[in-house]
């Protein structure tokens, strides 16, 4: 996949192309690693069972974001490695209607310590 185009589809977050490299087959690795190594298995399991289940459409504004996250690249999102690149981005008007001037931002949750 070439990284430039990936970054126009939005297949990957707003980054300096030149960073992104392939890694082949890395669900095939993980699997063969789980398959042969028994530690690694383990940890595997013991992240399973830390995980939290998230039912996205019960969650207040998900249907609004769902489709907002449809457009190539994300309709919200700054994508500042893209500028030049393609012609500059409208404000959307599914998300000025939602969100006026002020669009959601998203970050990870910290991980549990």
């Known amino acids: 996949i070439d990284p430039l185009r990936a970054?126009?589809?939005?297949m990957i977050?707003?980054?300096p192309p030149e960073r992104v490299l392939a890694v082949g087959n890395a669900a095939g690795d993980g699997a063969r690693i789980?398959?042969?190594n028994r530690e690694k298995r383990a940890e595997a399991a013991a992240l399973y069972r830390r995980l939290e289940r998230i039912e996205l459409p019960v969650?207040?504004?998900f249907q609004a974001q769902f489709m907002l996250a449809l457009?190539?690249?994300h309709r919200v999102d700054p994508y500042p490695?893209?500028?030049g690149i393609l012609p500059a981005r409208q404000p959307d008007p599914l998300a000025q209607r939602l969100?006026?001037?002020h669009p959601p931002t998203f970050r990870l949750r910290e991980a549990a310590e």
């Open 81 to 83: 490695h893209l500028d």
């Open 7 to 10: 970054l126009i589809l939005g």
């Open 59 to 61: 969650q207040p504004d």
């Open 99 to 101: 969100y006026g001037d």
């Open 71 to 73: 457009g190539l690249p």
């Open 13 to 15: 977050p707003d980054c």
């Open 34 to 36: 789980a398959l042969l």
